[in-house]
């Protein structure tokens, strides 16, 4: 297995678990808080300064982003935190996907792998309810449920935002993913199921979509 899976998903969407079970089905390394802390060693900020701030986006109107890191380092070439951040993050996607097959969750991953390594990009997704009761149950983020459905939408919007800003395509759009599941029809497990049996599938395709000899 050559493939590495990328997984966007909705806040509370148990997109997160669903990547962790299939990493482990599939027998491959799962990394998301993991980026932040290699992120840290690339930009030399902290990993809970990296975890509050990776979505934010104060200051980046006046940034020109140019997103090619395959061959150097961008982290210094920028005088904001916010997208010395994100080229850190960059920089660590890159990294670990060069060592093969894995399951990466967010952080654009879909975009920075485009065209360098073979990818099955994901989008996982739910219906409100099922998204605030993982927000309460599961998170313990609060236990009001107005307060989580605006939890969810802030979080929402700030994905949208950061994936519009790097890679000028909308975030869930289904042009941008090979396949999108929702947890609340199949729920958690299944939806790592399906993709298991589809990233076998996948991984077994060449360039021209055949059956690899």
Not at 11 to 40: N, Q, T
Not at 173 to 186: C, D, G, P, Q, V
Not at 195 to 208: R, V
Request: net charge neutral.
């Amino acid at each position: 297995m050559n493939t590495v899976i990328t997984i966007s998903r909705q806040y509370g969407s148990g997109g997160r678990f669903v990547g962790r079970l299939l990493a482990d089905s599939l027998g491959i390394p799962f990394y998301d808080k993991e980026i932040i802390a290699m992120a840290s060693e690339n930009s030399g900020f902290a990993q809970d300064f990296i975890k509050e701030n990776e979505q934010k986006m104060k200051g980046l109107a006046s940034v020109s982003f140019t997103p090619s890191v395959w061959g150097g380092s961008l982290i210094n070439s920028f005088e904001n935190f916010e997208s010395r951040i994100y080229a850190s993050e960059t920089e660590a996607i890159e990294e670990i996907a060069k060592k093969g097959a894995c399951v990466i969750v967010g952080r654009c991953a879909d975009y920075v792998l485009k065209d360098k390594v073979k990818c099955m990009n994901v989008f996982i997704y739910a219906d409100m309810p099922s998204r605030v009761d993982r927000v309460i149950n599961v998170f313990r983020r609060t236990d009001d449920q107005r307060k989580a459905e605006r939890i969810i939408k802030e979080n929402d919007r700030m994905r949208a935002r950061h994936y519009r800003y790097y890679t000028d395509s909308e975030w869930g759009a289904s042009e941008n993913y090979h396949i999108s599941l929702n947890t609340s029809a199949f729920g958690v497990e299944k939806c790592a199921e399906i993709l298991k049996e589809a990233y076998l599938k996948f991984d077994s395709l060449d360039e021209k979509g055949e059956i690899k000899d």
